[in-house]
């Protein structure tokens, strides 16, 4: 996938004869090059939401031919569609938004019932649906249980607090937390969660290199620039996020278990696509980087709820 500095005799996206440094038909540049990183800060800088006549051209080959919009875009065909970062900010600003905007029916919340057992459900109740509180509120009762109380009494974590105390480690360090969680439990769940949503668009935009690592790994034989592989993997979140819109705002709860599988039979589609190789290798391969993936954001969330506990 390397190209020639130089640059071709006909341009790569409409396929005129090229200028000395511009394309006279399209306008699109003569020398091109593999996407490096550098390319990626510069959009991130000069642009944010994706808002041109060619989205939708992009939006129908990103969601209808998996991979399709990276060889596009890795061929030297860019001018047509949205760039991958752009395309990218558009999609997890979408997703992020009908996040908010979906309220408490796609989230987990705790209950109690009359013998004051907790337990965690997927959703809340139809006749609490509309009310964007509800989350919050049940939360605070449950965390107001007598049996709760005396659950996170008997722990000690106020005791932890003293200089002299002798706790584990992760006790010490998380006492903090869970003293403010039984004093003010509606500010603290309400900051919390706050801070939660806040930070989780820059915890998955710091994820997005360390995807296109993982595929460099496990393709370090094809002796592709790590950019390509970027690429690659803002066009596969950018898929993700459009998905998780549509699971979220439009489709009904019951719809919500295909999203992972829609999800791997994407990229797995995509990989063989845009890397090649056996269909078998490619499962392979995307069951490695799926799991590990995964992993790796389990660890992310554990470490960022640890640190929003923290402060």
């Known amino acids: 996938m390397r190209q020639d500095p130089l640059g071709p005799a006909a ?12 394309c006279p038909e399209c306008g699109q540049a003569t020398h091109l090059h593999p996407p490096s990183a550098l390319e990626f800060v510069h959009e991130i800088a000069s642009h944010y939401v994706a808002a041109e ?6 939006l129908a080959l990103l969601t209808l031919k998996p991979g ?5 875009y890795l061929a030297g065909r860019r001018q047509r569609y949205i760039v991958p970062f752009r395309l990218y900010l558009t999609a ?32 809340p109740p139809a006749e609490h649906r509309s009310d964007p509180g509800h989350e ?21 974590f106020a005791d932890c607090m003293r200089p002299a105390a002798h706790c584990p480690l992760w006790k010490r360090w998380s006492a903090p937390a869970f003293v403010k969680l039984q004093r003010d439990p509606g500010h603290f769940i309400e900051r919390f969660s706050e801070r939660w949503r806040h930070s989780l668009s820059y915890a998955m935009f710091c994820l997005l290199p360390i995807f296109a690592a993982l595929l460099a790994l496990a393709y370090r034989k094809r002796r592709m620039y790590y950019g390509e592989h970027l690429v690659f993997s803002l066009h596969v979140h950018s898929f993700w996020f459009l998905l998780g819109v549509l699971t979220t705002v439009l489709l009904p709860d019951s719809a919500g ?11 797995m589609w995509a990989l063989q696509r845009v890397y090649g190789g056996r269909l078998w290798a490619t499962v392979l391969r995307g069951l490695v980087v799926t799991t590990v993936y ?12 640890i640190a929003l506990l923290a402060t």
């Open 257 to 267: 278990g295909l999203f992972p599988a829609i999800a791997f039979g994407y990229g």
């Open 136 to 156: 919050q509120d049940a939360a605070i009762e449950a965390l107001k249980n007598p049996r709760v109380i005396r659950e996170l009494e008997a722990e000690g």
């Open 294 to 305: 995964s992993l790796i954001i389990g660890i992310g969330a554990a470490l960022l709820s």
């Open 53 to 58: 006549g060619k989205l939708w051209r992009t």
């Open 68 to 72: 399709r919009l990276t060889t596009e």
């Open 92 to 123: 997890s600003f979408l997703f992020f938004v009908s996040l908010q905007l979906s309220g408490p029916d796609r989230v987990r919340i705790v209950t109690v019932s009359g013998d004051g057992d907790v337990q965690v459900v997927a959703s």
């Open 11 to 22: 341009c790569r996206n409409c396929g005129n004869p090229a200028g000395s440094n511009f």
